[in-house]
């Protein structure tokens, strides 16, 4: 009798000091509810490599309707808006053909995006260009350029991970409202 106390106890102890530590956890989205609504126009590009603005645009949007926080909206139905630019895209050789040495294997293609976060209701700029860099490596096996626009789709799936991270931790309570 007096062991099946002491169990009893030490479960409601154990109960107790589990639920202490996940007191300051939340099972909901910090993002006020007026605020769950997003638009991300396409992305302007500054850069000479094609397509980048709508393909990171369209792995924005699908990271977003993944995470699943926000409702995607047009621009003049959304709380916020996502207004991102592509300004740098590089591509370096990494690697050389062993039988032509100076014929490149495989490219690091390195992007940089400036994003803003605009409270559409207010009208306040919450992040102000901020610069997100995504890399990745790809090699050529047939030309250059179909390599490179399969790697732009990793590329485009960094930032959006980045992008929607950054946007769904923001903290709308201290700056946003």
């Known amino acids: 009798m007096r062991k099946s106390v002491v169990c009893r106890l030490s479960s409601v102890a154990l109960l107790l000091a589990i639920a202490a530590g996940c007191s300051s956890y939340r099972w909901t989205s910090s993002v006020p509810e007026e605020l769950r609504t997003v638009a991300v126009p396409v992305f302007e590009n500054r850069t000479s490599s094609t397509e980048l603005g709508p393909i990171v645009t369209q792995y ?10 926000f409702s995607i909206r047009r621009s003049g139905d959304s709380a916020l808006e996502i207004q991102g630019s592509i300004v740098k895209a590089s ?51 047939g030309d250059l350029l179909t390599s490179q626009r399969d790697a732009a789709a990793r590329i485009a799936q960094d930032f959006a991970r980045q992008i929607v991270d950054d946007v769904t931790a923001f903290d709308y309570d201290r700056q946003g409202k």
């Not at 924005?60 to 926080?69: M, N, W």
């Not at 102000?128 to 090699?139: I, M, P, Q």
């Open 60 to 69: 924005t949007l699908r990271e977003f309707q993944r995470e699943g926080t």
């Open 91 to 141: 591509r370096d050789a990494a690697a050389y053909d062993r039988n032509y040495s100076s014929r490149a294997s495989e490219y690091r293609y390195t992007v940089t995006a400036e994003v803003s976060l605009i409270n559409k209701d207010t009208g306040k700029v919450l992040m102000n260009n901020r610069r997100y860099v995504a890399e990745t490596t790809f090699l050529t096996r």
